[in-house]
């Protein structure tokens, strides 16, 4: 993969080209990425597959038209075109009265060191044992039938932003996964499935593929024999998997983009109560191995810890730049943006406290 330097002068060089060729802004994103990952069922090996990916972003400004545009080359010429093409779309766009890139004084100062890519990098036969490992963990559990398969990836991606307002920012992530899927039962008598993964951003810090395939195979093997509950009043326990579809539909409807336009149901409930007061939700982009952490959003703007629901109390909006303006506030830290698209609001590593 080529280096930080490399893409900061390369993004550095463009926008400067993009701001001589006519317009008043500009910033870009560089994303490259290498892949490996594995599939295996039965015993046998099913896929083994590598793959690597750079494709590069330019957004303009003039005035307050912008216009994105995306490419995989990065030749003189190549880049002339794409500059080329970007102006010319941005002044035959309609105005956006809230677009535009971030105050120097609003740049993030300090970033903090997240430990969020792995310097090793797995061999294809350790991806192999992973996934083979996990389901033979999962057939070996009594009642389990037949295995759907298990998989094993690795990836690392370096993403290399750059603007004209002074903003520069290089980072490399990593991430490996394993899962499994079971079936356990018969035709006859009925069948169930169940499946279990694991994901982090070191490989070492990964959970043991035989607790996942024991996991999935045990909670196939659960399912079997299911009845209907009577009606009743109970309380009731959500799994992890399910519980964070109640924090999904949370994070939807605080996105600063839908409260901008009117279309979330909490957009007149911004300090009131929205929870029970023992719940409290918080966000975390700053935790060190996080999944998704990042020290700062795809605007350059700080991003910290901060609870979103306290006590049961929404403290806060989801907020980019464009969202923020819109409803006459502040950037929250929460741009998040990719190579063909503008930014927009994005939760990081959120979770329900105990």
């Given amino acids: ?49 590598r793959s690597e990916s750079a494709d590069l972003g330019l957004r303009v400004l003039v005035g307050r038209r912008q ?8 030749g003189r010429e190549a880049l002339d075109a794409l500059v080329e093409r970007a102006v010319a779309m941005a002044r035959a766009v309609p105005e956006d009265p809230y677009c535009g890139l971030a105050d120097p004084d609003e740049l993030a100062a300090a970033l903090p060191d997240l430990d969020i890519c792995d310097p090793h990098e797995p061999s294809s036969g350790q991806l192999v ?14 009642g389990v039938t037949n295995s759907e398969g298990s998989q094993a990836g690795w990836g690392r991606t370096s993403v290399t932003l750059a603007g004209t307002n002074g903003f520069v920012h290089a980072r490399t992530g990593s991430g490996c996964s394993v899962s499994v899927s079971a079936l356990a039962g018969e035709g006859a008598s009925g069948m169930e499935s169940d499946y279990d993964y694991a994901s982090a951003v070191y490989f070492s810090d990964l959970r043991a593929p035989e607790d996942i395939g024991r996991a999935a195979g045990e909670g196939a093997v659960r399912r079997l024999g299911a009845r209907k509950v009577p009606t009743r009043m109970a309380p009731v326990i959500f799994a992890p998997r399910v519980a964070r579809g109640l924090l999904s539909h949370l994070v939807g409807a605080i996105n600063g983009a839908a409260v901008a336009r009117g279309t979330s149901f909490l957009k007149d409930r911004l300090g009131e109560s929205v929870f029970a007061s023992p719940i409290t939700i918080i966000e975390d ?3 060190r191995r996080g999944l998704h952490s990042k020290p700062c959003d795809g605007e350059g703007i700080a991003t910290r810890r901060r609870a979103l629901i306290d006590a049961g109390v929404l403290t806060t909006w989801l907020l980019d730049l464009r969202s923020a303006r819109q409803l006459g506030l502040r950037s929250t830290g929460h741009a998040a943006r990719g190579t063909s698209s503008p930014p927009s609001p994005s939760a990081t590593n959120v979770y329900l406290e105990p």
């Fill in 129 to 142: 044992t992973l996934a083979r490992t996990a389901e033979e963990a999962a057939l070996a559990v009594a």
């Fill in 1 to 49: 993969m080529t280096s930080d330097g490399e893409h900061i002068s390369l993004l550095s060089d463009l926008v400067e080209k993009a701001r001589r060729g006519g317009a008043d802004a500009a910033d870009a994103i560089l994303a490259q990425s290498v892949s490996l990952s594995v599939v295996y069922r039965l015993g046998e090996l099913e896929k083994l597959e």
């Fill in 285 to 287: 982009p700053h935790r």
């Fill in 67 to 74: 216009a994105i545009v995306s490419s995989s080359e990065r």
